[in-house]
């Protein structure tokens, strides 16, 4: 179905593109509960079998030469940017007609269909490399990982953004940066996009693993995606503008994921280990980079008091709890009726 939403009773008409994956899924949900919003219009590229109450679908490919965004997007109180291509790593060029000349269409639909609000989805991806024994806010650099083509798009979009925001300063932009989001219905996505062939579901299970590499600048934040969405709710719905972090405590390093998978930390030294997963990247038997393995070894912790303060955000499980989640989809093979998530 295309074409937009109606309003009900004077609730907020919020269009969420990329409403099929990992994060959109849970935002359309967040929206569609909460009463001042009367309407989602869901946008992907495949209609997804999952038809929650008040949301509707359009069928909608935003890469160059697709159809006009803005007719979507007339009326809406609000878009939510989320749609992201993580794949193929081996071709950067494919991931960036998507991620980044996608991203410009959808952000120029925003200004001609006159809606006052756009949320994009940026990520602690976009920063620069920082420290691992404190955290930064917002105004930490966000000039990227520049070898990782994940880091270097959501760098990119940063600036564009920055740009976008002197030229429209009608448009109340709010740009999320969460850490890593992980929910058990995403599990099976997540699996086909970083592990493939190399991480097969049974690893997971609770002491089969003997061991989890300790490297050095092993440290990442993680947090549930359905908290990443009670964030984005909140940005929909508050006057705010600007960046906000999110993630969630404790910060995951080798000793917080051994006592999840029962195995003991292993001091490692980087370079083997990605000269190992370089291998089986060349090879097609994992989806991440060795470049993405650089950034994540570089990426800065981070402070989420803004969004605490002006969102009224409080994280409902902790970092453990959702990785935990993950695992137990890894092993369940778990997903939903929507083309991403699908088993």
């Avoid at 976009?126 to 966000?142: L, M, Q």
């Avoid at 981070?302 to 970092?319: H, N």
């Amino acid at each position: 179905m295309s074409g937009g939403a109606t309003h009900e009773a004077g609730g907020l008409r919020v269009v969420v593109v990329g409403a099929t994956g990992n994060a959109g899924t849970s935002v359309v949900q967040a929206l569609a509960a909460h009463p001042r919003v009367g309407s989602v219009l869901g946008i992907a590229r495949r209609t997804p079998g999952w038809r929650p109450e008040g949301v509707r679908w359009a069928a909608v490919d935003i890469e160059p030469g697709g159809e006009d965004l803005a007719p979507h997007f007339a009326g809406a109180d609000a878009v939510v940017h989320l749609a992201w291509k993580f794949r193929p790593t081996h071709d950067p060029a494919t991931t960036w007609r998507t991620n980044v000349l996608g991203s410009v269409r959808v952000f120029d639909a925003v200004a001609a269909a006159g809606v006052p609000a756009l949320v994009h989805a940026s990520s602690v991806g976009a920063y620069s490399p920082g420290p691992k024994n404190r955290r930064v806010d917002e105004s930490w650099p966000t000039h990227g990982w520049p070898q990782a083509a994940y880091c270097r798009e959501k760098a990119y979009l940063e600036r564009l953004l920055d740009a976008y925001e002197q030229a429209h300063r009608d448009v109340r932009v709010v740009r999320m940066r969460p850490g890593f989001l992980f929910k058990r219905e995403a599990a099976a996505e997540q699996l086909r996009i970083f592990g493939n062939r190399l991480l097969p579901p049974q690893l997971v299970r609770r002491g089969l693993l003997p061991a989890v590499p300790d490297l050095p600048g092993l440290a990442f934040q993680a947090l549930h995606t359905d908290d990443a969405a009670d964030a984005y709710r909140e940005a929909v719905l508050r006057p705010v503008r600007g960046a906000f972090n999110l993630a969630a405590d404790p910060p995951l390093n080798a000793a917080e994921l051994g006592r999840l998978l029962h195995a003991r930390p292993l001091r490692l030294p980087s370079p083997p280990v990605r000269a190992a997963l370089s291998a089986a990247w060349r090879l097609r038997m994992v989806g991440a980079s060795p470049d993405l393995f650089d950034a994540v070894l570089r990426l800065p912790l981070l402070d989420s008091s803004r969004a605490r303060a002006e969102l009224d955000w409080q994280p409902r499980w902790t970092a453990v709890e959702a990785m935990r989640q993950f695992f137990d989809g890894l092993r369940e093979r778990a997903g939903m009726d929507t083309a991403p998530l699908a088993v």
